[in-house]
């Protein structure tokens, strides 16, 4: 079964793609938290971080490259941004095809929100 991305990759599903390579797509997230939220996201399916493979790290590297120049296309390079990557159920991972969101166009606060212990 395909994931939701693969299919939206595959151009199956519609979607903002705002970037693509034969390595990763980018494109606008559906909820979006900031004036500016992209998903960049590799072509082939990894769930997560847990089963990235070293024979892919210049693929994981290369979405980093991808981050610089969706952020500059999208105009918040200077502004700032945050890349995160949810791993998990205690991170809130929804989609189990490794993503990194970009988010920026306006102040983000704190990362984490500190739990009264
Ligand atoms: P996660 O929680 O897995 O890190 O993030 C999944 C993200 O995918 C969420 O921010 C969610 O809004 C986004 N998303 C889920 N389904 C779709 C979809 O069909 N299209 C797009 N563009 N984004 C989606």
Redesign the pocket.
């Known amino acids: 079964m395909a994931t939701?991305?693969t299919k939206?990759i595959r151009g199956e599903?519609p979607?903002?793609i705002v970037y693509q390579d034969d390595q990763v797509t980018a494109?606008?997230?559906?909820?979006p938290?900031a004036p500016v939220?992209i998903?960049i996201v590799p072509n082939i399916e990894i769930p997560n971080v847990n089963s990235v493979e070293p024979e892919q790290e210049a693929l994981l590297g290369h979405m980093f490259t991808v981050a610089r120049k969706v952020a500059e296309q999208q105009g918040i390079a200077q502004s700032g941004y945050r890349l995160?990557?949810?791993n998990g159920p205690d991170?809130?991972?929804?989609?189990?095809h490794l993503?990194m969101?970009l988010i920026g166009g306006r102040r983000l606060g704190p990362m984490v929100v500190r739990r009264e212990e």
Do not use: P, R
């Open positions: 939701i991305f939206i599903l979607a903002t494109f606008k997230d559906i909820h938290v939220h998903l995160l990557i949810n991170s809130g991972q929804e989609v189990y993503h969101h």
